[in-house]
């Protein structure tokens, strides 16, 4: 890796923690620069100033996001609309464990509303629904799911999704539950696959496969 990748990295990595930590308005550049050991002109030169830092790292996470979805996409004819969903869910919760703070802290920022968040709502967020509704259709036409609302498994499948993400400070010092651990996160997909199997595979499939209840 270069060193200017590695000075980009740096600030990049120290933003996150401390926007997680104090917040994005709390912070400032120079608690930035003094995380990352560099000097804050780097800032301006790699993002402008730290709206752009912002941008970066609200858009970098949701870019990779969209390309492990997009990605699962292209085998729904071959795992077909189930195994496609499950390896998918499986996927999305590793992604976040693998990028915890950033992910605590994007899905926290695009809870607010401004210019910056709708923008991403008109893009990244339609994508998703495009590709996870495309997905449901080919379940309910193939026989393999039962005919859900696609809008409001939507919304169900992505509050168990980022429901310990979004409020980690009540799943850890309250449950004692720890998202960012592997552990956490193989439990987590048993419960999110029972929802599934209950709430859209096809009742008759889950008496085929012995999924009784």
């Keep these: 890796m270069s060193r200017n990748s590695e000075t980009r990295n740096s600030i990049i990595d120290a933003a996150l923690y401390l926007f997680h930590i104090k ?13 990352a050991g560099v000097n804050s002109a780097n800032i301006s030169y790699y993002f402008k100033n730290k709206n752009g830092l912002l941008e970066h790292c609200l858009t970098s996470f949701l870019d990779e996001y969209l390309q492990l979805i ?3 996409l292209e085998t729904l004819f071959i795992a077909g609309p189930e195994g496609c969903l499950r390896s998918l869910i499986k996927e999305i919760l590793a992604f976040q464990r693998s990028n915890h703070l950033a992910a605590r ?38 026989g393999v799911f039962r005919k859900v609302s696609p809008p409001m498994f ?5 509050g168990l999704l980022t429901a310990p993400l979004l409020h980690a400070h009540y799943s850890m010092e309250v449950l004692y539950q720890f998202p960012q651990e592997e552990f956490f996160t193989a439990k987590y997909l048993d419960e999110i696959y029972e929802y ?18």
């Excluded at 917040?23 to 995380?35: E, K, L, M, Q």
């Excluded at 923008?119 to 967020?125: D, F, K, V």
């Excluded at 939507?154 to 992505?158: A, D, F, G, V």
Aim: negative net charge.
């Design 23 to 35: 917040g994005f308005h709390a912070t400032s550049v120079r608690d930035i620069s003094a995380r």
């Design 196 to 213: 599934m199997d209950h709430h859209i595979l096809n009742p008759y499939i889950r008496i085929a496969a012995g999924m009784h209840g």
């Design 70 to 72: 997009e990605h699962h």
């Design 154 to 158: 939507i919304l169900q499948l992505k």
């Design 105 to 142: 802290f994007v899905y926290g920022e695009l809870s607010f509303d401004s210019s910056l968040n709708r923008e991403i709502l008109s893009t990244y967020w339609t994508k998703e629904k495009y590709y996870l509704t495309t997905i449901l259709e080919a379940g309910v036409e193939g």
